[in-house]
Nanobody, 120 residues
Framework: VQLQASGGGLVQAGDSLRLSCAASGRSFSFTDYTLGWFRQAPGKERELVARITSSGGSTYYLDSVKGRFTISRDNAEKTVYLQMNSLRPEDTAVYYC????????????WGQGTQVTVSS
């Protein structure tokens, strides 16, 4: 199973970015997995930013991104997205996508990370 994240970059405060994470793997049943976006800033612990259930029917957001970020998934394309609007300098971090089976609490599969840098 591979998760390939993309879409990061250097933007100014107030700008938008959309991160994508494409899943692949012959034995990977995408619709059996809850997907999450995490981030880790220098010197800080990794935190869960957003999560979407296998069906897409339920989402979770970190308080600081509510109203600005939107997680979505395209099960046909085996891709999860994170639309990030009104970006702030404090959103600067490496962003990772991850997958866990819907009845598990452990994210078993991780993407390689994509850097998001927001300048003030």
């Amino acid at each position: 199973v591979q998760l390939q994240a993309s879409g990061g970059g250097l933007v100014q405060a107030g700008d938008s970015l959309r991160l994508s994470c494409a899943a692949s793997g012959r034995s990977f049943s995408f619709t059996d997995y809850t997907l999450g976006w995490f981030r880790q800033a220098p010197g800080k612990e990794r935190e869960l930013v957003a999560r979407i259930t296998s069906s897409g029917g339920s989402t979770y957001y970190l308080d600081s991104v509510k109203g600005r970020f939107t997680i979505s998934r395209d099960n046909a394309e085996k891709t999860v997205y994170l639309q990030m609007n009104s970006l702030r300098p404090e959103d600067t971090a490496v962003y990772y996508c991850a997958a866990r089976q819907k009845f598990s609490t452990t994210y078993a599969f991780w993407g390689q990370g994509t850097q998001v840098t927001v300048s003030s």
